[in-house]
């Protein structure tokens, strides 16, 4: 069965820095992923998805991620942090190959931006 | 405008009470699911739906029922038998269900058990 760790449950930066959010699948075929931020007491939105396209997918706000097949891995990036990034972010892989889609959350990283 | 409306906002339940969640959708799509949120846990899945009339239990489905009497709306039961029913609860919904179509969420539902 699919899984993901989310390696970080809080990430703190300075405004204008890196942000790196890092995520790793496990996954017994070609996988879907996918990354989602949620602002407080707000629901999910999604910033990108992986689906066997490009490795490098870029998505809103200035995120992109990397699918790594060697690696595991789908991490999340952005070169300059701003104060409005700073929310939960959550990263995703479909279990579903038809008939349904069954997402599959990672325990989330709260990314805390400070000026 | 498009999208999810989940309802209420905020919910308190008694011990003992049923209660139940609502979430309609006007972005036509077929399939809608169920998940509870947790500090510190993710995301998991309650119960899906991929058409009208039949849904399916998903890994935390003990304590809950839901029914899928119109396209639009899925609408969630937490009965006196989930024991543990303070959460977030957060409503979705796909276009296709196919493994890379994304999921839309609702603004979600925040249930405490007073």
């Known amino acids: 069965a699919q899984s993901v760790t989310q390696l970080g449950s809080h990430v703190s930066v300075s405004e204008g820095a890196l942000v790196l959010l890092r995520c790793n699948y496990s996954s017994s075929v070609p996988p879907y992923l996918f990354w989602y931020v949620q602002y407080p007491n707000q629901g999910l939105q999604l910033l990108l998805k992986?689906?066997?396209?490009?490795?490098l997918v870029k998505g809103i706000n200035g995120f992109e991620a990397e699918f790594k097949k060697s690696e595991t891995s789908f991490h999340l990036t952005k070169p300059s942090a701003h104060m409005s990034d700073a929310a939960e972010y959550f990263c995703a892989v479909s279990e579903g190959r038809g008939g349904y889609n069954k997402l599959i959350f990672g325990a989330g990283t709260r990314l805390a931006v400070h000026p | 405008d498009g999208g999810i409306t989940q309802s209420p906002k905020y919910l308190f339940r008694k011990e003992g009470q049923n209660v139940t969640l609502s979430c309609e959708q006007n972005l036509n799509h077929d399939a809608m699911y169920w998940y509870r949120q947790d500090p510190g846990q993710g995301l998991r899945l309650i119960y899906y739906s991929q058409i009208v009339n039949d849904f399916q239990k998903g890994d935390i489905a003990e304590g809950y029922s839901v029914s899928r009497e119109k396209k639009e709306s899925f609408p969630l039961t937490v009965t006196s038998a989930q024991k543990n029913p303070t959460a977030f609860y957060l409503c979705?919904?796909?276009?296709?269900?196919?493994?890379?179509?994304?999921?839309?969420f609702g603004q979600g539902t925040r249930l405490t058990v007073v």
């Open positions: 992986y689906t066997s396209a490009a490795t």
């Open positions: 979705a919904t796909s276009g296709r269900a196919t493994g890379d179509t994304e999921a839309f």
